[in-house]
């Protein structure tokens, strides 16, 4: 069996053509990247373009932080066990809104579904402004809850209560009770049938946050 290899043809000014540059006497042959290669490439700079305005200007866009809470508050989702079901009262309310712990598990909730219409913080975009004391359909704190389950300004606001689990419906309404009063500046306006309501009732005894949650 013969050991010789087979050697290419060399290439050639005939068969493959030269650029017309000339460095010192070296010529280069004329392989332009192919065409998919600059698409690519175009591709690429056209993906960062989107990239970096989503993720510095969009309200729903996540950090590395973000995706770090959502793998903790899933972690706590898994404990509602110790909640067992929570009442839409206004001491289970109370409680909720003083207990950081769960107050986190409703700020998840909120940024994984309301921040499209009432921004990241509250402010209002399409929907109101949370951060005021002004409201529409809400009057006394158990209706967050309300309309959070059952929506509201017939279908503009979704009912959510299909959705989510009762405790994430209770434990959100809090978080959006905690917004109240924040005044986020540049925060959208009050709008048709928006009137200021009375304080939230204050935390007795028994609406503290159970040490056992903790």
């Not at 209002?124 to 309309?147: A, E, M, R, W, Y």
């Not at 959208?188 to 309501?197: K, L």
């Amino acid at each position: 069996m013969s050991d010789h290899i087979a050697t290419p043809a060399p290439l050639t000014a005939e068969t493959d053509p030269l650029t017309p540059h000339d460095y010192d006497g070296i010529r280069e042959f004329d392989n332009p990247t192919p065409g998919w290669w600059h698409l690519i490439f175009v591709g690429s700079i056209i993906f960062s373009i989107f990239y970096y305005v989503f993720f510095q200007f969009s309200p729903v866009a996540w950090t590395p932080q973000d995706v770090h809470a959502e793998a903790e508050i899933a972690n706590l989702k898994k404990q509602f066990s110790e909640l067992g079901t929570l009442a839409q009262d206004e001491p289970t309310m109370l409680r909720m809104m003083s207990d950081q712990k769960w107050l986190s598990v409703g700020q998840s909730v909120f940024r994984s579904n309301c921040v499209s219409c009432h921004a990241d913080k509250g402010q209002g975009i399409v929907g109101p402004n949370l951060t005021d004391n002004s409201f529409k359909h809400v009057k006394k704190l158990t209706d967050i809850c309300t309309v959070v389950s059952n929506g509201a300004a017939n279908g503009a606001m979704p009912g959510w209560k299909i959705n989510l689990h009762p405790n994430e419906i209770v434990l959100v309404s809090a978080y959006v009770a905690n917004m109240r009063g924040q005044n986020i500046p540049g925060g959208r306006g009050q709008i048709v049938g928006d009137t200021e309501i009375p304080a939230w009732p204050q935390p007795t005894a028994a609406s503290a946050p159970s040490p056992s949650l903790k």
